[in-house]
């Protein structure tokens, strides 16, 4: 069975940093790419960032420059270093997988099941 499961979501004061992680099983990921997408209440899935298979990487103008999200195929696991977090963050992040190419959309194959960020201004 194929999963990925997220960790390090939390609770932070603006200004504040979280490291998410996101670890896949069942299959080896190194050649797919890999994102995160957020939601935040009453708002829809948005895409965030996204790295290649290559490390190319992809941010939302909203958090370039804040968020850098970087993948240790050995360990299967990608990562999502968010600094000078902002109430505006808050949302439950999700990572994604797909075979090829880096999508800005939601058509991902796999997707973990969500953590929780909340920013406290």
């Known amino acids: 069975q194929v999963q990925l499961v997220e960790s390090g979501g939390g609770l932070v004061q603006a200004g504040g940093s979280l490291r998410l992680s996101c670890t896949g099983s069942g299959r080896t990921f190194s050649g797919y790419a890999m994102a995160w997408f957020r939601q935040a209440p009453g708002k829809e899935r948005e895409f965030a960032a996204a790295?290649?298979?290559?490390?190319?990487?992809y941010y939302a103008d909203s958090v370039k420059g804040r968020f850098t999200i970087s993948r240790d195929n050995a360990k299967n696991t990608m990562y999502l270093q968010m600094n000078s977090l902002k109430p505006e963050d808050t949302a439950v992040y999700y990572c994604?997988?797909?075979?090829?190419?880096?999508?800005?959309?939601?058509?991902?194959?796999?997707w973990g099941q969500g953590t929780q960020v909340t920013v406290s201004s």
């Open positions: 994604a997988a797909r075979p090829g190419l880096v999508l800005f959309t939601r058509d991902y194959n796999y």
């Open positions: 790295i290649r298979s290559s490390g190319s990487t």
